[in-house]
């Protein structure tokens, strides 16, 4: 430590909170009974505790060095950004498009040309599924408007919608331009959502700041470094939009598959496919054509493309077939664009086997708990997921326009009801998963378990260490195994889907026993699109109401639009900035000390903003630099789904670089968060052991843990917190009874205890000792990463 970064008699403490639910409020968030904004936009606040006279007030001081220090605190609201107003809540109707690029965060990547190529081909399908997920969802919604309204219900008989004038159901060309609007619609408001992007205004360095000081033009790796705006997402964008708007005008024509008598509606029909191809072939080669397409389709012609593709769609409209004559064509456009998925499907899952084969080597020597899920296969089951859950939005939706209509008679597309049998077998294998989870996994670990060591240690009394004992058991088997039961649910539908398409290509009948998975299936999805329209109402006009749709944004809103560009911006990609801006302003002060504290989802945008902090700040402001993360599922969850994403080895050195003063808080019983920087616990002659960072930027066996102030096991840089919190009546702070899970990590009197730690102004006793000897064979045999 220098001698600029001892504490002296004006040291002050500033603790950035950074939240991970939407939904909480800035009172929520500094535990204070009003806030002020203090700096920060519209979409992100900055806000600190406020007085009665709405001016920012001092924070609670910190215990520390034997007196009490000043303490400012504020918190950076993002919520904004996610939620709230109309049409951020319609935002959810795009989650299989985030899916998409979700996936794409969690491809592995290997080192080496084999694995190099292999990873630019499961790229290339990813945005080729995505491609076809857009043309999906234009074609539903077409199938919708023009075929069951404008054709089978308006130009049927008077019996559905009674109440439409008798002009508007003689004039085809009026319905037909009806049919055509809301898909079109459509388009537009996937343009603008596509276009939107959250700014940061500051300046970004551009150069690492090395140890010593020196700039350097090549920037190390670091935690989080791989999350940054994609290339070519300005390309991807007109892409998608040109097919989107060459679906719409395949519809009055018919579909792909219908033969064009008119002149002028084979012209356009040619067209429209000849463009299909190209920009089908554009979207796979993104990758590597992407600088050329960049020179040749400069902004301009970009435009220019999106208007020829406009065009096409009044054109078709013209020279279109009448209403009712395309349905056939339109059910086989429906099922062409299904089977490509299928396909692309295949082809990238079959892909991601060598892939990560490939980067095995590099995760290969990690404890269990630390690899990949699924050996770095996880992506194939989410791409799944993404085209079940667009194919399955809109039949639902239809399914529940024609029951509002209350006219049975309208015809579907025969890919309906393979859709709706899908739906059937996973909602009745769904039940049957979670069911066997409920009631027989978790009292089989109950009962083999009993009350894990680690308990005993935390708690004195019987009756606590069962019920935090059954809590944590829910807890572990909810983490280690959650993403296992949806990846076999997946492929368990994946194999139904198998038989469903032989069944469609033989021709065979759905027997009579099967009907009702059909009846069965029909519910689900009507649910499903019924559930998502009425979250979204909710969400629009009540804002407090929107914390499960915030929640499910927050976790696919996070990924840049690498796979799909139809999404919403990425948030983190104005967090982490803002995060590192304001951190930078504090420590710009000799006498201040910043502690990033993030909770939740928000620890792991706290600890990539620290990770940066460390790279462009000065070693004298890295040495009054630390960060929290409370209940962040950084190490079983994102570490595991998102190899790329945070790297044991980068982890290490950020826990290096901090010199310890990176605290994890966390709970056995929180099922979302967990340990970030300790595994492999044993609980050996009544000592809690284990293995993690060290402040070295090493790996190695850690010194037994010790207590804390309060009843917390601290292990490295991990507090493990008792749940229920034990009764301190001589500790002043107030405590919540009960087991907290995943909540409330404030009011455990350990959070003071990490603060002072983070600050560099306490540190746990033989924190940075290491074990050896007999107390540590059981871990001699570990790898080394360093």
């Known amino acids: 430590m220098s001698p600029r970064s001892l504490p002296g008699h004006d040291t002050r403490v500033v603790e950035l909170r950074v939240p991970g639910l939407v939904g909480v409020t800035g009172e929520q968030l500094l535990d204070s009974v009003a806030t002020v904004t203090v700096d920060g936009d519209a979409a992100g606040e900055l806000v600190r505790p406020a007085d009665r006279m709405r001016r920012p007030a001092p924070g609670p001081v910190l215990q520390a060095l034997g007196r009490s220090l000043p303490r400012t605190l504020e918190g950076y609201l993002w919520g904004k950004m996610t939620s709230g107003g109309a049409v951020k809540a319609t935002w959810a109707l795009l989650f299989p498009f985030s899916l998409a690029n979700v996936a794409h965060g969690m491809l592995p990547a290997p080192a080496g040309r084999p694995g190099r190529v292999l990873l630019g081909v499961c790229r290339a399908l990813l945005r080729v599924v ?16 023009l075929d069951l309204i404008a054709a089978q219900c308006l130009g049927g008989t008077e019996d559905c919608l ?35 992007s959250w700014r940061h205004a500051g300046v970004r360095p551009s150069a690492a700041v090395r140890p010593g ?10 935690a989080g470094d791989v999350l940054r705006p994609g290339p070519n997402a300005a390309i991807l964008r007109t892409l998608h939009t040109v097919t989107s708007l060459l679906c719409v005008a395949l519809l009055p024509l018919g579909g792909p598959f219908t033969r064009q008598d008119d002149p002028l509606a084979q012209v356009v029909w040619i067209v429209d496919l000849v463009l299909l191809v190209l920009v089908f072939v554009a979207v796979a080669a993104l990758d590597d054509v992407a600088a050329d397409l960049r020179r040749v389709f400069p902004r301009p012609a970009r435009a220019v493309a999106v208007g020829v593709a406009g065009l096409l769609v009044p054109a078709a409209g013209f020279a279109g077939s009448p209403l009712g004559a395309g349905r056939a064509g339109l059910d086989s456009m429906t099922e062409g664009i299904l089977a490509a998925l299928v396909l692309a499907w295949l082809g990238f899952a079959s892909l991601l086997v060598p892939l990560a084969l490939t980067a095995r080597r590099g995760w290969k020597d990690l404890p269990h708990r630390l690899r990949p899920w699924l050996g770095g296969w996880a992506a194939a089951p989410t791409v ?24 049975s008679a309208l015809a579907l597309p025969d890919s309906y009801q393979g859709i709706t049998l899908l739906w059937g077998a996973g909602t009745i294998a769904a039940l049957v998963l979670w069911t066997g989870f409920r009631t027989i996994a978790l009292p089989l670990r109950r009962r083999r378990r009993g009350i894990p060591p680690i308990v005993r240690l935390l708690h004195d009394d019987h009756e606590d260490q069962k019920e935090a004992a059954r809590a944590w058991a829910t807890a572990i088997l909810e983490r280690k195994h959650m993403h296992r039961l949806v990846a076999a649910l997946a492929l368990f539908l994946a194999g139904i889907a198998a038989v469903l398409i032989t069944r469609r290509i ?15 299936g029909v519910v689900a999805l009507g649910v499903l699109a019924a559930g998502l329209l009425r979250v979204v109402y909710t969400a629009a006009r009540q804002a407090g109401r929107s914390r499960h749709l915030g929640a499910l944004a927050d976790l696919v809103f996070f990924w840049p639009r690498r796979a799909h560009p139809i999404v919403p911006p990425s948030y983190a990609l104005k967090v982490v900035p803002d995060l590192v801006e ?43 630099l630390g960060l929290i993360t409370a209940g962040t599922p950084a190490q079983w969850g994102y570490q595991r ?20 003063r990176w605290r994890g808080l966390c709970r056995g019983t929180d099922p979302f968060g967990g340990g970030v920087t300790t595994w492999r616990h044993q609980v050996v002659a009544g000592k809690l052991l284990g293995v993690g960072y060290t402040p070295d930027g090493d790996i190695s066996p850690l010194a037994p843990a010790i207590r804390g102030p309060s009843s917390a096991l601290i292990i490295g840089g991990d507090h493990w917190l008792a749940d229920p919190v034990a009764r301190q009546p001589d500790v002043d702070r107030r405590w919540a009874p009960g087991v907290l899970r995943h909540s409330d990590y404030l009011v455990d009197p350990e959070w003071d205890h990490a603060v002072a730690i983070a600050a560099g102004l306490a540190r746990p006793e033989t924190a940075a000792a290491k074990h050896d000897g007999e107390q540590t064979s059981w871990l001699s045999d570990l790898p080394r990463l360093h």
């Open 130 to 145: 995505g491609l076809l997920l857009t043309a999906l969802l234009i074609t539903q919604l077409g199938v919708i408007s």
């Open 162 to 196: 009674p109440w439409v004038p008798g002009w508007l159901r003689e004039s085809e060309q009026l319905r037909m331009a009806m049919g055509i609007l809301p898909p079109l619609a459509v388009v537009v408001a996937m343009h603008r959502v596509s276009v939107v």
């Open 213 to 222: 000081g020196e700039r350097s033009g090549t920037p190390r790796r670091l």
């Open 384 to 407: 799944l997921l993404a085209c079940l859950i667009g194919a399955g939005f809109g039949a639902g939706l239809a399914i529940s326009v024609r029951e509002l209509l209350d006219a």
């Open 506 to 520: 033989a021709g065979w009948e759905v027997p009579v026993e099967l009907r009702l998975l059909d009846d069965l």
């Open 582 to 624: 304001r951190a930078q302003h504090h420590l710009a002060e000799p006498n201040t000390r910043v502690v990033l504290a993030g909770y939740s989802h928000g620890g792991l945008l706290a600890l990539i903003a620290a990770a940066r902090l460390t790279d462009v700040c000065p070693p004298d402001q890295v040495e009054r």
């Open 641 to 660: 789904a998102f190899p790329s994403l945070l790297p044991t080895a980068e982890l290490a050195e950020l826990f290096g670089r901090l010199a310890g």
